[in-house]
């Protein structure tokens, strides 16, 4: 992770990106999120923890909304791509394959999946999930953001823990 999040940030600044710029781009993406953000901020940067969390966790939510409105439509779209439409319904499988929490806890199993910082959990994919199970868009955003609020302050903790470890 820590080769990923340096190799990405080295890119970034060589372009001659400002820092707290590369945290936020790297939060924006899908798979990293403000959990690598956060480590890109602390370990590699040294930034101040509070402006990286900020950075980190605006990046992070700022696509939600546009996936939690947007996503089915695009997806009905891109169906009838050839080529295309098998990566979108792998997709929604692999998606819908992580519902047994929303299905038992209803919008608190989508804060859970949200805010427990694993592979295959955060912003992004709880939006594409409570897209796909057609939950109410206003909960499932404030839902979704207080699990990316929940995930970045367990990160930020573990980036100070292992940027002290490691770095001094």
Known sequence: MQELCQTIQEFLTAHGIPDWLVVFIISLCPVLECRLGMFTAIVLLGMNPFVGFIISFLGNILPIPFILLLINWI??????????????????????????????????????????????????????????????????????????????????????????????
Do not use: C, H, M
């Open 75 to 168: 997806f009905k779209v891109l169906k009838k791509v050839p080529g295309i439409n098998k990566i979108i319904y792998w997709l929604e499988e692999k998606t819908l394959k992580k519902r047994d929490k929303i299905d038992k806890y209803g919008i608190w199993g989508l804060l859970l999946f949200v805010a427990i910082p694993l592979p295959g959990t955060g912003g992004w994919t709880g939006a594409l999930l409570a897209s796909l199970l057609q939950l109410d868009k206003k909960k499932s955003f404030g839902v979704i953001s207080i699990g990316v609020f929940i995930a970045g302050l367990i990160i930020s903790v573990l980036s100070l823990l292992i940027g002290s470890a490691v770095f001094g």
